[in-house]
């Protein structure tokens, strides 16, 4: 598959890059990218939720009235579930909510993820990208040049650059990643991928 390389003005180079069919023109796996959205969303929990059950609900003991003879239900502590400032029947406790997924899994995900943003037309290609220094506002330049202001935007560079880094963390729409840690769920919930020419080469060997 061939790409146009754009630089950082906007402007469509004459030059082109190449993207692996076998990572960029796969048929997408939609049961594989559901389970590593899944997992992502899942390990990003904190799991510290807890509510209080009748044995932790400070209070007497005593029977509130006699167990016959009252014309209503019986009733033998205040802090049973059922009465107001009582505990919870079955309430949350801390829990882990990570579970495991086969790496081959993870891979087909991500290259699926990929494929789908190949077929919407939602990749673009640098043929390089720098920054002499950590400004938001020449940050903001570029996008308003990609015409990307407005869009939730996922930059992935080839190696980390703090100046890019910097630049970027103010801008709420915008992430930027490394070609080794970028994830499907980023991938998919950016409305348009950047993608630096140097890190096309590293996404195609670590995916395959």
């Known amino acids: 598959m061939e790409v146009k390389l754009v630089d950082v003005k906007g402007k469509v180079t004459s030059s082109s890059v190449t993207l692996a069919d076998e990572v ?47 014309g209503g239900a019986r009733a033998g502590s ?73 869009e939730k935007v996922l930059f992935i560079l080839a190696e980390a650059t703090d100046n890019v880094y910097l630049a970027a963390r103010n801008l709420g729409k915008v992430k930027v990643v490394t070609a080794d840690s970028f994830n499907t769920y980023d991938i998919l919930n950016a409305k348009k991928v950047v993608l630096v020419k140097e890190a096309v080469e590293k996404i195609e060997n670590i995916l395959n």
């Open 24 to 70: 960029f023109g796969i048929e997408p796996n939609n049961h594989a990218i559901y389970l590593d959205v899944k997992q992502h969303l899942a390990n990003r929990r904190q799991g510290t939720h807890k509510s209080k059950e009748r044995n932790e609900i400070a209070g007497s003991t005593k029977k509130l009235k006699k167990q016959k003879g009252t």
């Open 78 to 150: 205040a802090k049973s579930g059922t009465r107001v400032g009582g505990g919870r029947i079955f309430g949350p406790r801390p829990r882990n909510y990570h579970f495991k997924l086969n790496v081959k899994l993870k891979r087909l995900a991500r290259k699926s993820a990929f494929a789908y943003k190949a077929q919407q037309d939602g990749l673009i290609v640098l043929d390089s990208f720098n920054m002499s220094e950590a400004k938001t506002k020449n940050f903001k330049s570029v996008l308003e040049s990609l015409k990307l202001e407005n």
